[in-house]
């Protein structure tokens, strides 16, 4: 931070957008990707959530981390694309993100079915469940971070994990029989 944007009471410094933009624009692709964002259009939903942080950077509080609020405005951004997509898709199947730079035939056959098997889980899980299971197992995020991130109790937070967990490790072996 600039000597310019120190506070002068106790308002929260805020970073600029800039800085967000530099600072999270990784996290914010990961997370809207792994919330079911088709690939072709995970660009368009990091523009709209970035787009939503210009307008409301000033009104942010700081009574969550940042990041956790960043969350927030990807999940519901990330819940009107794939709404979005589902209406337009009807129907329809999807390859997208199935392509691998293996080289071996068998290697790009098995991550593509892994791949697959990864998606269709995650997205027949509903999105509490969802947000919970990406935050926890491909953020790496704790459970104490993701109450901030979500705004639901602790015990909740377990409750979903477990619950995805069970449901990721079902299919796991269901796939693998």
Known sequence: MTAARQKYDDAPVLPSFVEV???????????ARRLG????????????????????????????????????????????????????????????????????PREQAELSQARRLLHRVRDELDDDKREVFVLAELEQMTAPEIVE???????????????????????ALEHSS
């Open 37 to 104: 964002v088709v690939e072709a259009s995970v660009d368009d939903a990091v523009q709209d959530v970035f787009v939503v942080v210009h307008r409301r950077l000033a009104d942010f509080e700081g009574r969550s981390s940042l990041k956790s609020w960043l969350f927030g405005i990807t999940r519901r951004v990330a819940k009107d694309h794939r709404r979005r997509r589902q209406r337009k898709d009807s129907g329809k199947v999807s390859a997208d993100g199935l392509m691998s730079s293996a080289e071996d």
């Open 149 to 171: 991130a979500t705004g639901v109790n602790l015990n909740t937070v377990y409750s979903r994990l477990r619950a995805a967990r069970q449901r990721f490790e079902k299919a």
């Open 21 to 31: 933009y530099e600072q999270h624009f990784a996290f914010v692709w990961r997370t």
